[in-house]
């Protein structure tokens, strides 16, 4: 067992482990609401800018994004201050963070035109990145400076665990409900965000003054940026702990991009599919709590990585049997967990090799080429999955444009939602067209005329109970996408039973052949 300097058993407060993790958890929220898509929604519909501007700074701010983790973590490495060498960045750097988030939210001084706009937008992702990189990257190497031990940083760990949980589900629930709508008056939204940002201030802010740095080795002060980066891959751990941290963090973000597309093509109920998952992490938390110190970090990766890889096989493989695909969430939910904990611990040994080679600490300076090498690996996994997708005959960006021939005979294609960001299935869910498709539904029930509705997948099947004039047929099956069509579209003969139900009614039946296909 590690000891401290004071020679008793390492113990880390619960109100360090708290506020810490508060911490985190705040910056973590508004650094979502922010980049996860709010910033560009006001932009974009209320201030003004063009789409193709938009997009512009993005690309520009990437650069950016990539390099100062790094740069950041170095400079922190070779802090010297009263406080340590992480602390005087979160509790300085928290007033102006949240700043820079309210601002974000108001039209600057600038004026109105694009460029004022561009600049705005530019200037504000800049500051903003630049100083959630101060905090962020300081908090994350927070646990290996408050302990010396593992045993100890897993505490911490388990703590982070929970509230990143919550740090990742609260902008998911916050922001579709504050929203504006577009034309409408944004003033509500902006006190809201104002008062996000202010908690968000004092929790970190206030956080500073409940834990405290323990190791304080420094960094060679005549070591240059460059050779920090080179020495950190000279590290063999470190090397293979990267090759680790890269593949989790890919695998993770297709599952994640999968799921998006997932309940377009089987009927698992959603809430009880993320029910399952949330169940597995909870559990899994616990699970690999207990299996650390018994089978220690490295075996328990390699398990976390094969139950991970089963229970994303299971839920892609027997989507359609539901219970199984429950079983594959709640087994995924395990193994997102694992990687969650486990890879934070391996990061921790790491450092401590290093240290006992080099006599120094780099604990900033491994987190930010870690950011440095897994934010690509983020891009890389959208990128698979869309070619993934597409070697498996499905078509992500597919949206028929040849209804004319059918339209001209009285047959309406919709969707639930009838647009989406690009390559993110459902992302415009739950900002307005629902009212719209739901209407439009309605209108067709009421109609004193016999009507097909043919309800494909899930989220038209769930429009049936709108349906309830006896006039009309419904007709239900699986979506017909590359993924499904399969379990049960193909041969549902829906065509030939509409143009029977049509003929039977004295109407003309569908000529259902698209033309030159």
Request: proline share 4%; aromatic share 14%; glycine share 8%.
């Amino acid at each position: 067992m590690k000891k401290n300097i004071a020679g008793t058993e390492e113990r880390v407060s619960a109100s360090s482990k708290f506020w810490l993790c508060s911490a985190d958890c705040l910056c973590t929220t508004i650094n979502s609401l922010l980049t996860g898509g709010g910033m560009t929604y006001f932009f974009t519909k209320f201030l003004g800018l063009s789409e193709g501007r938009a997009s512009t700074v993005w690309m520009i701010f990437a650069i950016w994004n990539a390099l100062n983790d790094p740069l950041f973590g170095y400079i922190s490495d070779h802090t010297k201050s009263k406080l340590g060498r992480r602390i005087p960045y979160i509790r300085y750097g928290a007033f102006f963070y949240s700043l820079i988030f309210v601002l974000t939210w108001v039209r600057w001084p600038l004026g109105s035109s694009q460029t004022a706009l561009f600049i705005q937008m530019l200037a504000t992702l800049f500051l903003f990145d630049t100083l959630y990189t101060a905090i962020a990257t300081s908090i994350y190497v927070m646990p290996y400076t408050m302990a010396v031990s593992n045993k100890a940083r897993s505490g911490i760990f388990l703590w982070k665990i929970f509230f990143t949980l919550i740090a990742m589900a609260v902008p998911l629930v916050v922001f579709p409900l504050i929203k504006p709508e577009v034309g409408s008056d944004p003033t509500k939204f902006q006190l809201i965000m104002a008062g996000i940002g202010i908690l968000a201030f004092v929790i970190i802010f206030t956080s500073t003054f409940f834990y405290k740095e323990k190791v304080t080795t420094e960094s060679d002060k005549n070591e240059n940026i460059f050779k920090a980066v080179i020495d950190c891959f000279k590290n063999r751990s470190f090397v293979v702990f990267e090759v680790l941290s890269f593949t989790v963090v890919f695998i993770q973000t297709i599952l994640m991009q999968g799921v998006i597309y997932y309940f377009d093509e089987f009927d698992l109920p959603m809430p009880v599919a993320y029910g399952a998952l949330g169940l597995g992490a909870v559990l899994g938390v616990i699970l690999w709590a207990n299996k650390v110190r018994t089978w220690g970090v490295k075996k328990c990766v390699f398990i976390m990585c094969v139950i991970f890889a089963c229970g994303s096989a299971a839920m892609a493989i027997f989507g359609k049997i539901s219970v199984i695909a429950v079983l594959g969430f709640f087994t995924a939910g395990m193994g997102f967990a694992g990687g969650m904990y486990l890879v934070p611990l391996m990061n921790g040994d790491v450092i401590d090799y290093d240290e006992s080679i080099t006599g120094l600490r780099h604990e900033g300076m491994y987190a930010g080429v870690n950011s440095l090498i897994t934010k690509p690996a983020i891009s890389f996994a959208n990128s698979a999955f869309l070619l993934i997708a597409k070697a498996f005959g499905y078509d992500t960006t597919l949206a028929s444009g040849m209804q004319s021939e059918w339209a001209k005979q009285g047959v309406l294609l919709l969707n639930t939602v009838l647009t989406v960001r690009a390559h993110q299935a459902n992302s415009h869910r739950g900002i307005g067209w629902e009212q719209f498709t739901d209407a439009a539904i309605q209108v067709l029930n009421e109609q004193d005329r016999p009507i097909v509705f043919l309800l494909w997948g899930r989220p038209a099947q769930m429009k049936k109970s709108m349906l309830n004039n006896p006039k009309h047929l419904i007709l239900e099956a699986p979506h017909p996408s590359p993924l499904s069509a399969y379990r049960g579209f193909f041969g549902c003969k829906h065509f030939s039973k509409t143009n029977e139900f049509l003929v039977a009614n004295g109407l003309e039946p569908i000529d259902w052949q698209i033309e030159n296909i």
